[in-house]
Structures are given as structure tokens and as C-alpha cells.
């Protein structure tokens, strides 16, 4: 079946560092990748998405590649705020399906 | 911007007390999820409605679990009895087709259950 596979955390950083969160996936087809962010207290909210390969997609600062070669689906932000603290969730949904399947999610806390 | 809206924000309740949680989606959205997520975990589907009819419960427990959309609008999803391992946050989301391709879900604040 359908999985995604997230870097363990919780993920601790400096203000200004880089940032890489790891996502792989396995789905059969040409599933569409999404990465949704959690902040304390409230629902997930949608961060970006790709919904095929090479595609880049990109909000806030972060990106992520679609690379159907690798199944990866990793988010990087190159100078990350403390603002940015909260639980980051990779996603997928697999071709003529419309539901999310998610991964574990990585918390990740920024330190001024 | 639209919003999903659910309710209650936070319920406790006791083991064997049934439980409910109602979800307004967006506008328009004619599919309506329901996600469980237990704390330090990602949210799992139980169950997916488009417009009245239910087309995934799979991952629902049917003995103690039910849902519905009666009107093909907003949905309650149900707990009777409630067991302990019920603690968690139940997640309502919506979607309609989006023009890129992807299917996009919008999610609501959420229901923090907590089953003592």
C-alpha cells in the first residue's frame, strides 16, 4: 500500500540555519506530494505541494523537488525563524484517489 | 478565507460516555474527511464522504465508530462507548477539485478528545 516515510525528530536549529526535513515515499502510479505544517493548537494547513516529477514547489520560504527517481520528497528552507517552530507532515495521494496519506511528522523547534 | 469549522474544540469525557464531534466544511466542497490523530503520530483517514454517500471507512471501527453526512453539507462522526484509547485529535477536512491537478484538503482546527 501507500506510505510515507518521515526523518525522525523532533528537529531543534538555530535561527538562520538551514534547514532539510527528509520525506520518502512508496505509492504505485504518479502519486501527488504535499507538505502541511501544524503550529501549536491549530489544524494542519497546507505549506506546498507537486503533483508530478521535477516539479518544485515552494511557499513561505520552503521548497521541496518531486523526484520520482529517489521517491523523496524533502523540505528545505535555507534560513529558518523562530517562527517557523511547529509539526511538519509529509503527504501524499496516490493517482484517482483523494484522500492524504501521512507520514509521522517532524517537529521542529527554532531557537533565537 | 473559507474556513472548515468544527466542534466542540476539546471534550472530556469518561470511558463507556458516548461522544460527538460536528464538522462544517467549506462552501461548495462536496468531499468531507474525517482523520484521527493520536498525539506524536500523523492523522489516519477514517472516513471519506462525497456529498451524502460514504466512499472510504475502512479504517473506521464500525463496532463503536459512526458518521454521517446526512445532507450531503455538514457531518457528525460519533464515539459509543468511548474507550480510553479514543484520546486523540479527530481532524475534519474538505475538498473540491483543484484546476492544478491535485486535490487539496482544507482542515479545521480539530476536536482534542480525551477519554479518562
Known amino acids: 500500500g501507500n506510505s510515507v516515510t518521515q526523518m525522525e525528530g523532533p528537529v531543534t536549529l538555530s535561527e538562520e540555519a538551514f534547514l532539510t526535513i527528509n520525506c520518502t515515499y512508496t505509492?504505485?502510479?504518479?502519486?501527488?506530494l504535499f507538505w502541511y505544517v501544524q503550529y501549536p493548537g491549530e489544524g494542519l494547513q497546507l505549506l506546498l505541494k507537486?503533483?508530478?516529477?521535477?516539479d518544485k514547489g515552494s511557499n513561505k520560504g520552503f521548497e521541496a523537488t518531486y523526484r520520482k527517481e529517489t521517491t523523496s520528497f524533502h523540505l528545505e528552507k535555507g534560513s529558518v525563524q523562530v517562527s517557523d517552530s511547529a509539526v511538519y507532515f509529509c503527504?501524499?495521494?496516490?493517482?484517482?484517489?483523494?484522500?492524504?496519506?501521512f507520514g509521522q511528522g517532524t517537529r521542529l523547534t527554532i531557537n533565537p | 478565507e473559507a474556513e472548515v469549522a468544527q466542534s466542540p474544540r476539546y471534550k472530556i469525557t469518561e470511558k463507556s460516555q458516548a461522544v460527538a464531534f460536528w464538522c462544517d466544511p467549506i462552501?461548495?466542497?462536496?468531499?468531507l474527511y474525517w482523520y484521527r490523530q493520536i498525539l506524536g503520530q500523523g492523522p489516519e483517514l477514517l472516513v471519506q464522504?462525497?456529498?451524502?454517500?460514504?466512499?472510504?471507512d475502512s479504517q473506521l471501527p464500525k463496532d463503536r465508530f459512526s458518521a454521517e453526512r446526512l445532507k450531503g453539507v455538514d457531518s457528525t462522526l460519533k464515539i459509543q462507548p468511548a474507550e480510553l484509547g479514543d484520546s486523540a485529535m479527530y481532524l475534519c477536512?474538505?475538498?473540491?477539485?483543484?484546476?492544478?491537478?491535485?486535490?487539496?484538503?482544507?482542515f479545521g482546527a480539530g476536536s482534542r478528545l480525551t477519554v479518562l
Open positions: 477536512a474538505s475538498s473540491s477539485p483543484g484546476v492544478s491537478g491535485a486535490n487539496v484538503l482544507t
Open positions: 505509492a504505485t502510479g504518479y502519486p501527488s
Open positions: 507537486a503533483t508530478k516529477a521535477d
Open positions: 503527504a501524499l495521494s496516490s493517482q484517482g484517489a483523494q484522500k492524504l496519506v
Open positions: 462552501s461548495g466542497h462536496a468531499t
Open positions: 464522504f462525497q456529498d451524502e454517500s460514504v466512499v472510504d
